[in-house]
């Protein structure tokens, strides 16, 4: 495959993972991030895309020099491609299928289950109730509703390399999500990124440990080495939360508005 090739692989990826993005605008010789939005889960999703079209490993170590079109080009172009056929280290068995528990929180019935794509609905109204500092956080981006494609890619996931629980409750009859967590597994099979978002009223009940520690047993049961995230530097109370669980912190060369935040399972 040329460079051309590559290219133009690349872009249909990144706009499958980034439906919204004008690819066709990116400028090669500057940040991809910078361009378009992407998350720090979407930019994983990106690594794990490309490991899985172009067969080549991608260590966490090399990350940071894939920030530019040309700089991913470059990449893939000098790196060997391993066998097709080989499988994740963490998808080397067919793991146990998800189920839903029940959770007594702050006096009411909490459902953890796993998210399904009917769930889109839910999953729109869930942030469109938060706080728009919490949905910042979240997302790091400024908004308030999210777009079609984006709520699709969080609720149709595969419950293997992308896992995703909501916390539900029962209000006058609905169903209504009150936290969403997930993980995203890293193309070497090794590791995962979760992301984490309660809803306003229920932080400081309880709520969002019990949802981590659901995810950590997930990952843990599955063969996965470690778990890590981003947080935003100035989220305080999610550096705090996240040392208690046992993450350590560590710089983010790519990001000095960011802190990664790592724990071994």
């Known amino acids: 495959m040329d460079n051309d090739e590559i290219r133009s692989t690349v872009l249909a990826l990144i706009e499958s993972i980034a439906p919204d993005a004008a690819v066709q605008l990116i400028r090669p010789d500057q940040p991809l991030r910078e361009q378009i939005e ?3 889960m979407d930019w994983l999703n990106v690594i794990a895309a490309l490991h899985d079209r172009f067969f080549v490993e991608i260590p966490a170590s090399d990350h940071g020099q894939l920030t530019t079109l040309d700089s991913i080009v470059s990449y893939l172009a000098c790196r060997p491609a391993q066998h097709p056929g ?11 299928p998800l189920t839903c528990n ?37 997302f790091m981006v400024t908004l308030r ?13 595969d419950q293997l390399r992308h896992v995703a629980l909501v916390a539900t409750v029962d209000h006058s009859g609905q169903e209504v999500v009150v936290g969403v967590v997930r993980y995203v597994v890293n193309p070497a099979g090794t590791g995962c990124e979760f992301a984490l978002a309660v809803d306003d009223a229920w932080q400081g009940s309880g709520l969002a440990g019990i949802l ?6 997930i990952a843990r049961s599955r063969g996965l080495a470690t778990m890590d ?26 990001d000095r508005d960011t802190v990664r935040v790592v724990r071994s399972l």
């Open 145 to 157: 509703e999210l777009p079609a494609a984006k709520l699709k890619y969080l609720t149709e996931v």
């Open 102 to 138: 029940h959770h007594w929180v702050n006096g009411a019935s909490v459902s953890v289950r796993p998210i399904r794509p009917d769930d889109m609905q839910l999953q729109a109204d869930f942030v469109r109730n938060l706080s728009t500092e919490t949905r910042y956080q979240r």
């Open 86 to 96: 080989e499988p994740l280290r963490a998808m080397a068995k067919a793991p146990a």
């Open 212 to 217: 981590m520690h659901v995810l950590m047993d």
């Open 38 to 40: 992407l998350d720090s």
């Open 229 to 254: 995230g981003t947080v935003l530097r100035t989220n305080t109370r999610m550096l705090q939360f996240t040392r208690q669980l046992g993450f350590r912190q560590e710089r983010n060369p790519d």
